[in-house]
């Protein structure tokens, strides 16, 4: 009776219907999502007219346009399906970003040329033209970055498969355990009735 009374309390305890482990599931997701960094991508557009730049959701990237703005004229464009809109330009060493973009997640370096977005979101993919003029006002360069930003989708469900599968292997090891500790303790039971 001792033995069928501890089989029920275990099946109650390990006993999981389907709400439980979809919340599992998509905790485990949050999780891996909260604490994967955010990936950082560098993009080299200083030796190149056309440049195609991947960037993983959510993360940062760094496009290189030139070595040094300093003393240049830049306009910075982004293509829409409607026109273009201004993203950014230098003019007598000041950098002004524009209105969409100026959400604290868009920086130009002047001493090195880099652009710089962080938390990079969907709407950010698409094509973008910098226009590089020298101090007398002459374009000297014009350069086409494609910025392809990527969803992590893939990656959070093979950590959170791993970790479904960890919770598994850890509940496995559980129920081996209680059933050696039942067993050892059936044994002394009998051992001591003999």
Request: proline letters at 2%; aromatic letters at 10%.
């Amino acid at each position: 009776m001792s033995s069928l009374l501890s089989f029920i309390r275990f099946k109650s305890f390990f006993f999981w219907d389907m709400e439980q482990v979809l919340f599992l599931l998509v905790t485990l997701a949050g999780v891996t999502h909260a604490f994967l960094p955010a990936a950082e991508t560098k993009c080299d557009a200083t030796s190149n007219t056309s440049v195609l730049c991947q960037v993983h959701l959510g993360g940062t990237v760094y496009i290189q346009m030139m070595n040094n703005a300093s003393r240049h004229q830049l306009r910075c464009k982004k293509y829409l399906p409607t026109g273009t809109i201004s993203v950014f330009s230098l003019k007598k060493e000041k950098v002004t970003i524009e209105e969409p973009f100026r959400n604290k997640t868009t920086e130009f370096f002047i001493n090195n040329g880099t652009l710089k977005i962080t938390n990079v979101e969907k709407n950010h993919s698409g094509r973008y033209n910098l226009e590089v003029f020298d101090p007398r006002g002459i374009q000297v360069k014009n350069i086409d970055i494609n910025l392809d930003v990527q969803d992590n989708f893939w990656l959070i469900i093979a950590c959170s498969v791993g970790g479904g599968l960890l919770i598994l292997a850890l509940t496995l090891c559980c129920v081996c355990c209680w059933k050696a500790r039942c067993n050892k303790k059936s044994d002394r039971q009998t051992h001591e009735l003999h």
